[in-house]
């Protein structure tokens, strides 16, 4: 079956960085657009980025374009998202999701992960 498990969440300080990482199995990985959105809490799951089959192609929410990276190694079938500049707005549950399409619309996407919690204090 596929799954998706994202890794590197934590805690950390206004102004910091971290790098969270999804690792595939399950599914032809460079068939598939890779996106990240997350989930704070009392609010809906918001798109954040995604990455399309080749990593040619990538794209961003506005709220953090310039601070955020999204990579991946179709070699490791992995996907990654780098976040630098962290605000305390962008704590909350960050989940990998796999998608024939890449697109900001979360109805796309046909396998998530568990989520990864990051928290970012001021």
């Known amino acids: 079956q596929v799954q998706l498990v994202e890794s590197g969440g ?45 990593g040619g192609s990538t794209s961003y929410a506005a709220s953090v374009k310039g601070r955020f990276t ?6 490791k079938n992995t996907v990654y998202l780098q976040m630098n500049s962290l605000k305390p707005e962008d704590t909350a549950v960050y989940y990998c999701a796999a998608s024939r ?12 992960g568990q989520g990864t919690q990051v928290t970012v204090s001021s």
């Open 70 to 75: 999204i990579s991946r190694d179709n070699a």
């Open 10 to 54: 934590g805690l950390v300080q206004t102004g910091g960085s971290l790098r969270l990482s999804c690792a595939a199995s399950g599914l032809t990985f460079n068939d598939n657009a890779m996106g990240w959105f997350r989930q704070a809490p009392g609010k809906e799951r918001e798109f954040v980025a995604v990455i399309n089959w080749s």
């Open 101 to 112: 399409l890449p697109t900001y619309y979360r109805g796309v996407y046909d396998y998530w």
